[in-house]
T-cell receptor
């Protein structure tokens, strides 16, 4: 049983560009949450998707957007990249009514 | 707003000994969940242990146990018989159930982490 997978593993972009990160949830899970982890910090919640809708959102600007597909996989899009967007982006999957999230290995984004 | 504080940025322990990591949190909620996650250098965040606030009994998972003090808003992690593979960042996290949609997943609020080194 595959766990949560994320692609790509690493990504380098320049300021002003746009990026798309992808996440496939653990088999049987229906909810995907995205977190940003800056170097030396704990993860911060970006948003959560369930039934292809954004259900909750953290304190992130509209440059951060997402999508969930019918197969429960998800994308995180970031527009107009800033140097401060450099971080590890973690995807976590879960069942909506089970209070436990399983994390993927993350995508390391570097903005130059 | 809920906050989670881990006051020990770094700790070290000898192999086979016991170590306790501290965590405090601030909330006005009565129903919530607390977690300890481990993040080794490979970056994958792994759930170590979970505690439901309505349960008085402290959670235990093999060598890992918690001391949950609800009134004091304290949630410490004890690792017994420490092993080299326990070397990692440890994050304490809080979740308040999202009460829309009939009660569901909330989002995790993490502390800044404690870097634990187990020495041979």
């Amino acid at each position: 049983d595959a766990g949560v997978t994320q692609s790509p593993t690493h990504l380098i972009k320049t300021r002003g560009q746009q990026v798309t990160l992808r996440c496939s949830p653990k088999s049987g899970h229906d909810t995907v949450s995205w977190y940003q982890q800056a170097l030396g910090q704990g993860p911060q919640f970006i948003f959560q998707y369930y039934e292809e809708e954004e259900r909750q959102r953290g304190n992130f600007p509209d440059r951060f957007s997402g999508h969930q597909f019918p197969n429960y996989s998800s994308e995180l899009n970031v527009n107009a990249l800033l140097l401060g967007d450099s971080a590890l982006y973690l995807c976590a999957s879960s069942l909506m009514r089970v209070y436990e999230q399983f994390f993927g290995p993350g995508t390391r984004l570097t903005v130059l | 707003a809920q906050t989670v504080t881990q006051s020990q940025p770094e700790m070290s322990v000898q192999e086979a000994e016991t170590v306790t990591l501290s965590c405090t949190y601030d909330t006005s909620e009565s129903n919530y969940y607390l977690f300890w996650y481990k993040q080794p250098p490979s970056r994958q965040m792994i759930l170590v242990i979970r505690q439901e606030a309505y349960k008085q009994q402290n959670a235990t998972e093999n060598r890992f146990s918690v001391n949950f003090q609800k009134a004091a808003k304290s949630f410490s992690l004890k690792i017994s018989d420490s092993q080299l593979g326990d070397t990692a960042m440890y994050f304490c996290a809080f979740m308040k159930p999202f009460m829309n949609y009939g009660g569901s997943q909330g989002n995790l609020i993490f502390g800044k982490g404690t870097k634990l080194s187990v020495k041979p």
